[in-house]
Protein backbone atom coordinates (compact mmCIF):
# COMPACT_ATOMS: atom_id res chain seq x y z
CA UNK A 1 0.00 0.00 0.00
CA UNK A 2 1.51 3.29 -0.98
CA UNK A 3 2.45 5.36 1.95
CA UNK A 4 0.62 9.15 1.70
CA UNK A 5 3.14 11.67 2.20
CA UNK A 6 2.73 13.77 5.87
CA UNK A 7 3.04 16.88 4.23
CA UNK A 8 0.18 16.64 1.97
CA UNK A 9 -1.99 14.78 4.95
CA UNK A 10 -1.12 17.92 7.26
CA UNK A 11 -1.92 20.30 4.61
CA UNK A 12 -5.08 18.57 3.94
CA UNK A 13 -5.78 18.24 7.67
CA UNK A 14 -5.28 21.58 8.67
CA UNK A 15 -7.44 22.99 5.94
CA UNK A 16 -10.50 21.43 7.44
CA UNK A 17 -9.79 22.07 10.99
CA UNK A 18 -8.98 25.78 10.13
CA UNK A 19 -12.55 25.74 7.61
CA UNK A 20 -14.41 23.99 10.72
CA UNK A 21 -13.39 26.76 12.82
CA UNK A 22 -14.00 29.08 9.95
CA UNK A 23 -17.31 28.24 10.01
CA UNK A 24 -18.48 29.17 13.38
CA UNK A 25 -16.33 32.48 13.36
CA UNK A 26 -17.07 34.15 9.82
CA UNK A 27 -20.29 33.67 10.60
CA UNK A 28 -20.27 35.22 14.58
CA UNK A 29 -17.57 37.88 12.80
CA UNK A 30 -20.33 39.21 10.33
CA UNK A 31 -23.03 38.87 12.51
CA UNK A 32 -21.23 41.00 15.40
CA UNK A 33 -19.85 43.05 12.66
CA UNK A 34 -22.95 44.07 10.71
CA UNK A 35 -26.18 43.14 12.92
CA UNK A 36 -24.98 44.13 16.56
CA UNK A 37 -23.94 47.71 16.36
CA UNK A 38 -24.79 51.29 14.89
CA UNK A 39 -23.17 53.39 12.06
CA UNK A 40 -19.63 51.17 11.68
CA UNK A 41 -16.82 53.67 12.48
CA UNK A 42 -13.84 53.44 14.70
CA UNK A 43 -15.69 53.76 18.20
CA UNK A 44 -17.88 50.89 17.39
CA UNK A 45 -15.43 48.61 17.07
CA UNK A 46 -13.29 50.02 19.52
CA UNK A 47 -15.54 49.16 22.00
CA UNK A 48 -16.64 46.06 21.26
CA UNK A 49 -12.66 45.16 21.41
CA UNK A 50 -12.75 46.48 24.95
CA UNK A 51 -13.86 42.78 26.01
CA UNK A 52 -10.87 40.32 25.91
CA UNK A 53 -13.15 38.12 24.47
CA UNK A 54 -13.67 39.77 21.36
CA UNK A 55 -10.07 40.40 21.48
CA UNK A 56 -9.18 36.87 21.79
CA UNK A 57 -11.66 35.89 18.84
CA UNK A 58 -10.50 38.34 16.45
CA UNK A 59 -7.04 37.51 16.93
CA UNK A 60 -7.64 34.00 16.61
CA UNK A 61 -10.10 34.77 13.58
CA UNK A 62 -6.76 36.66 11.76
CA UNK A 63 -4.48 33.14 12.30
CA UNK A 64 -7.24 31.09 11.29
CA UNK A 65 -8.16 32.63 8.15
CA UNK A 66 -4.61 33.38 6.91
CA UNK A 67 -3.53 29.66 7.29
CA UNK A 68 -6.75 28.42 5.48
CA UNK A 69 -6.78 31.14 2.61
CA UNK A 70 -2.90 30.36 1.64
CA UNK A 71 -3.62 26.93 2.20
CA UNK A 72 -6.22 26.85 -0.26
CA UNK A 73 -4.36 29.22 -2.66
CA UNK A 74 -1.12 26.71 -2.18
CA UNK A 75 -3.11 23.69 -2.92
CA UNK A 76 -4.61 24.94 -5.91
CA UNK A 77 -0.24 26.47 -6.56
CA UNK A 78 0.23 22.38 -6.16
CA UNK A 79 -2.16 21.21 -8.56
CA UNK A 80 -0.42 23.04 -11.47
CA UNK A 81 2.66 20.66 -11.71
CA UNK A 82 4.24 22.57 -8.41
CA UNK A 83 7.90 21.21 -8.46
CA UNK A 84 11.60 22.02 -7.93
CA UNK A 85 13.28 25.66 -7.06
CA UNK A 86 9.78 27.25 -7.88
CA UNK A 87 8.07 25.47 -5.49
CA UNK A 88 10.28 25.74 -2.70
CA UNK A 89 10.62 29.46 -3.23
CA UNK A 90 7.02 29.96 -3.37
CA UNK A 91 6.66 27.59 -0.28
CA UNK A 92 8.57 29.54 2.09
CA UNK A 93 6.84 33.02 0.23
CA UNK A 94 3.82 31.52 1.36
CA UNK A 95 4.80 30.77 5.01
CA UNK A 96 6.43 33.92 5.38
CA UNK A 97 3.60 35.89 3.86
CA UNK A 98 1.43 33.97 7.04
CA UNK A 99 3.19 35.31 9.14
CA UNK A 100 3.89 38.66 8.33
CA UNK A 101 0.19 38.83 7.84
CA UNK A 102 -0.51 37.92 11.16
CA UNK A 103 2.06 40.42 12.51
CA UNK A 104 0.47 43.19 10.76
CA UNK A 105 -3.10 42.47 11.95
CA UNK A 106 -2.17 41.86 15.15
CA UNK A 107 -0.69 45.38 15.24
CA UNK A 108 -3.77 46.66 13.46
CA UNK A 109 -6.33 45.15 15.72
CA UNK A 110 -4.14 46.55 18.77
CA UNK A 111 -4.60 50.13 17.24
CA UNK A 112 -8.37 49.21 16.90
CA UNK A 113 -8.41 48.28 20.55
CA UNK A 114 -5.84 51.05 22.41
CA UNK A 115 -8.44 54.49 23.46
CA UNK B 1 0.47 26.29 -20.59
CA UNK B 2 -2.37 23.94 -21.79
CA UNK B 3 -1.94 21.78 -19.27
CA UNK B 4 -2.84 25.46 -16.77
CA UNK B 5 -6.08 25.49 -18.33
CA UNK B 6 -7.54 21.96 -17.60
CA UNK B 7 -9.33 22.96 -14.93
CA UNK B 8 -11.16 25.15 -17.01
CA UNK B 9 -11.61 22.26 -19.92
CA UNK B 10 -13.01 20.49 -17.30
CA UNK B 11 -15.45 22.43 -15.34
CA UNK B 12 -16.84 22.74 -19.25
CA UNK B 13 -17.11 19.05 -20.36
CA UNK B 14 -17.37 17.18 -16.90
CA UNK B 15 -20.84 17.90 -16.72
CA UNK B 16 -21.40 17.11 -13.20
CA UNK B 17 -22.74 19.10 -10.17
CA UNK B 18 -19.69 17.82 -8.43
CA UNK B 19 -16.94 19.07 -10.80
CA UNK B 20 -18.67 22.84 -11.26
CA UNK B 21 -18.60 22.59 -7.08
CA UNK B 22 -14.88 22.10 -7.31
CA UNK B 23 -14.61 24.81 -9.65
CA UNK B 24 -16.84 27.46 -8.01
CA UNK B 25 -15.44 26.36 -4.47
CA UNK B 26 -11.69 27.12 -5.89
CA UNK B 27 -12.82 30.84 -7.39
CA UNK B 28 -14.70 31.56 -4.55
CA UNK B 29 -11.05 30.59 -2.25
CA UNK B 30 -9.12 32.61 -4.35
CA UNK B 31 -11.44 35.59 -4.64
CA UNK B 32 -12.08 35.75 -0.47
CA UNK B 33 -8.21 35.30 -0.02
CA UNK B 34 -7.26 37.98 -1.67
CA UNK B 35 -10.62 40.13 -0.15
CA UNK B 36 -8.64 39.04 2.90
CA UNK B 37 -5.53 40.46 2.26
CA UNK B 38 -7.05 44.25 1.37
CA UNK B 39 -9.53 43.92 4.42
CA UNK B 40 -6.39 43.59 7.02
CA UNK B 41 -5.11 46.41 5.18
CA UNK B 42 -8.47 48.37 5.71
CA UNK B 43 -8.49 47.73 9.49
CA UNK B 44 -4.97 49.37 9.79
CA UNK B 45 -5.78 52.00 9.03
CA UNK B 46 -5.74 53.29 12.79
CA UNK B 47 -2.69 51.77 12.87
CA UNK B 48 -1.16 54.18 10.12
CA UNK B 49 -3.49 56.75 9.76
CA UNK B 50 -5.30 56.90 12.91
CA UNK B 51 -9.05 56.32 14.11
CA UNK B 52 -10.62 59.37 12.32
CA UNK B 53 -9.10 58.83 9.03
CA UNK B 54 -10.06 55.02 9.88
CA UNK B 55 -14.26 56.09 10.25
CA UNK B 56 -13.96 58.25 7.28
CA UNK B 57 -12.40 55.59 5.14
CA UNK B 58 -15.31 53.13 6.12
CA UNK B 59 -17.62 55.80 5.28
CA UNK B 60 -16.25 56.65 2.41
CA UNK B 61 -16.85 52.85 0.99
CA UNK B 62 -20.74 53.05 1.61
CA UNK B 63 -20.79 53.86 -2.28
CA UNK B 64 -23.54 51.90 -4.05
CA UNK B 65 -20.94 50.18 -6.33
CA UNK B 66 -18.81 49.23 -3.37
CA UNK B 67 -22.18 48.01 -1.35
CA UNK B 68 -22.75 45.46 -5.02
CA UNK B 69 -19.39 44.25 -4.33
CA UNK B 70 -19.69 43.28 -0.18
CA UNK B 71 -23.07 41.98 -1.69
CA UNK B 72 -21.31 39.07 -4.55
CA UNK B 73 -18.63 39.12 -1.80
CA UNK B 74 -20.69 37.83 1.14
CA UNK B 75 -22.39 35.29 -1.80
CA UNK B 76 -19.16 34.31 -2.88
CA UNK B 77 -18.37 33.52 1.38
CA UNK B 78 -21.67 31.83 1.67
CA UNK B 79 -21.28 29.29 -0.96
CA UNK B 80 -17.32 28.63 -0.18
CA UNK B 81 -19.01 28.11 3.67
CA UNK B 82 -21.68 26.03 2.43
CA UNK B 83 -20.04 23.96 -0.23
CA UNK B 84 -17.75 23.16 2.35
CA UNK B 85 -19.42 22.26 4.95
CA UNK B 86 -20.56 19.82 2.06
CA UNK B 87 -17.11 18.49 1.53
CA UNK B 88 -17.08 17.84 5.28
CA UNK B 89 -20.09 16.05 5.61
CA UNK B 90 -19.26 13.78 2.39
CA UNK B 91 -15.70 12.92 4.30
CA UNK B 92 -16.49 12.59 7.59
CA UNK B 93 -19.84 11.02 7.31
CA UNK B 94 -19.57 9.05 4.37
CA UNK B 95 -22.06 10.48 2.04
CA UNK B 96 -20.51 10.24 -1.33
CA UNK B 97 -24.02 8.75 -2.47
CA UNK B 98 -25.49 11.58 -1.31
CA UNK B 99 -23.24 14.75 -2.50
CA UNK B 100 -25.05 15.66 -4.97
CA UNK B 101 -28.10 16.38 -3.15
CA UNK B 102 -25.87 18.26 -0.56
CA UNK B 103 -24.43 20.30 -3.27
CA UNK B 104 -28.26 21.51 -3.90
CA UNK B 105 -27.97 22.66 -0.78
CA UNK B 106 -25.43 24.00 -0.50
CA UNK B 107 -26.63 26.37 -3.84
CA UNK B 108 -30.09 26.98 -2.63
CA UNK B 109 -28.37 27.83 1.11
CA UNK B 110 -26.71 30.26 -1.10
CA UNK B 111 -29.16 31.77 -3.06
CA UNK B 112 -30.73 32.62 0.48
CA UNK B 113 -27.70 34.03 1.42
CA UNK B 114 -28.03 36.27 -1.86
CA UNK B 115 -31.25 37.14 -1.67
CA UNK B 116 -30.91 38.50 2.11
CA UNK B 117 -28.21 40.25 1.54
CA UNK B 118 -29.63 42.04 -1.37
CA UNK B 119 -32.52 42.76 0.66
CA UNK B 120 -30.13 44.05 3.49
CA UNK B 121 -27.76 46.27 0.95
CA UNK B 122 -30.83 47.50 -1.55
CA UNK B 123 -31.59 50.80 0.67
CA UNK B 124 -27.61 51.62 -0.09
CA UNK B 125 -27.48 50.53 -3.46
CA UNK B 126 -30.84 52.18 -5.04
CA UNK B 127 -32.16 54.79 -2.83
CA UNK B 128 -30.80 57.69 -1.06
CA UNK B 129 -28.29 55.73 -0.15
CA UNK B 130 -26.03 56.25 3.65
CA UNK B 131 -26.91 54.58 6.90
CA UNK B 132 -30.10 53.27 6.09
CA UNK B 133 -28.50 49.57 7.27
CA UNK B 134 -28.15 50.94 10.81
CA UNK B 135 -31.74 52.72 10.75
CA UNK B 136 -33.44 49.62 10.13
CA UNK B 137 -31.81 47.36 12.58
CA UNK B 138 -32.24 49.62 15.49
Known sequence: MQTLSKKGVRLWRWQRITAIMLIVGISLH????????????????????????????????????LVHGFGGLWSVYLDYNAKGTIKKFLGWTVAFL?????????????????? | MGKNLDWLRDAW??????????????????????????????NSIPLIFGPEAYTKTLHAMETPLLRIFEVLLITAVA???????????????????QQSILFVFAFLLTIVVFIGALILYWPDIFGSGQHEIAAILN
Not at chain 1, 41 to 63: M, S
Not at chain 1, 98 to 115: D, E, N, Q
Not at chain 2, 79 to 97: A, E, P, T, W
Open chain 1, 30 to 65: FAVTHFLGDQLGFTVVNERLQHIFWIIFDALLLLTA
Open chain 1, 98 to 115: VIAFTIYGSLALAFLILR
Open chain 2, 13 to 42: INKHLAQWAFFINRLTGVVIALYLMVHIFI
Open chain 2, 79 to 97: FHMFNGIRILLVDYFKLSR
